[in-house]
Structures are given as structure tokens and as C-alpha cells.
């Protein structure tokens, strides 16, 4: 069977669906928010990442942050494609983002990703983040994080989920950018 790669699985993973603001909640296409108030923010917002800072070279006009809560979840349920390569164990998954937050704060942000079954049963997890201060040399910016491996055998559905969390201030200055998840299938 020959190699098929998809494209990425994430919907709106760069912010780029919505229009870019100063910080205040808003909405957050192609995400259902579970906690908190999630925020889309336009880079170069005074007090956030600028354009040129640190983060992808690819980026965008936005990214997202916490918005005002002290703690925000944000997921996004994904049907993943090729179930019999999948089963067969010949799957891998490339997962990746990226991550940061605001200058001294610790405030940050999580990305996992879980791989369930048709009855929900988790089957696998991988979790990237969170980048600290010290990480980013206590810049304000954003870090790239990557995962890989096999999708578990049984994998039907995989859920994408971003936590950010306020370690201090009024705003939650965990940030992600340009969020990613493909499925390489392969054959012998």
C-alpha cells in the first residue's frame, strides 16, 4: 500500500478563522470552549507577541491566548481517516504547536492530544507544553513543541485539547499558535 499523508487534521489550529483582537474573550471557530473564555489575539496587540518576536516563522495575523479566566479549555473533536491502516498499527501521527506566554509569568498553555476508541475509551495521549519563563528566556513569545508516534490500533476519534492557565495578573498569557496533527499511513 503506498504512503498516503493527510493534511492537517486541526481545524483553525493558527487563530487565522477569526478576527484578531486585544485580549477580551471571544469566540473561537472550530473550537467548543469547556472552561473559561478563550481570546483571539492579533499579533503586535501592545503587551502581546509581535510580529517579529519569537514564534512561527509562518505565523499568521493571530494566535490564541486564556483570554480573562484564570483557567481556559478549548477542544475540538477529530474523525481520523484510514481506519484499516490504523488498525493494522501502520499509522504514525505528527503532533506539534506552538507555545508560549508573556515575558517573567509563568501563565501557560497545554496542548494534548488523545486518541479514543468508537466507545470513547482513551487509547493513547500525547502532551505537549507548557512553555515556562525560563524556556523562553523570559521573552514574550512562542516555542515549538512537537510530538510523534503510532496511532493505537482502535483509534477512531482524537480529541484535541488546549489548557491554559493564569499564573498571575489579569490576563491569561498562555498562548498557541499554529497547531498541528497529520496521520502518515503506510504499507509494507
Do not use: H, K
Not at 61 to 67: A, D, E, I, T, V
Not at 111 to 121: I, K, N, Y
Not at 142 to 161: E, I, M
Amino acid at each position: 500500500m503506498p504512503w498516503v499523508q493527510t493534511t492537517n487534521l486541526i481545524a483553525n489550529g493558527g487563530a487565522e478563522s477569526d478576527p484578531g483582537g486585544t485580549g477580551q474573550p471571544s469566540a473561537v471557530t472550530g473550537w467548543t470552549v469547556l472552561e473559561g473564555a478563550a481570546a483571539v489575539v492579533a499579533y503586535g496587540t501592545p503587551g502581546y507577541p509581535a510580529p517579529g518576536g519569537p514564534g512561527p516563522a509562518d505565523r499568521g495575523r493571530n494566535f490564541l491566548s486564556g483570554g480573562t479566566s484564570a483557567r481556559t479549555r478549548l477542544t475540538q473533536l477529530v474523525t481520523l481517516p484510514g481506519t484499516a491502516q490504523i488498525d493494522a498499527g501502520t499509522t504514525r501521527f505528527d503532533f506539534a504547536g506552538w507555545l508560549g506566554g508573556y515575558a517573567e509569568q509563568d501563565d501557560g498553555v497545554r496542548l494534548s492530544l488523545e486518541f479514543l476508541s468508537a466507545a470513547g475509551t482513551p487509547l493513547g495521549l500525547c502532551v505537549l507544553g507548557p512553555v515556562t519563563a525560563t524556556d523562553r528566556g523570559r521573552a514574550t513569545g512562542l516555542l515549538r513543541r512537537a510530538g510523534a508516534g503510532t496511532v493505537p490500533p482502535s483509534s477512531r476519534t482524537a480529541r484535541v485539547l488546549l489548557l491554559f492557565t493564569r499564573d498571575g495578573g489579569t490576563f491569561n498569557d498562555g498562548y498557541a499558535d499554529s497547531l498541528s496533527l497529520s496521520l502518515t499511513a503506510g504499507g509494507s
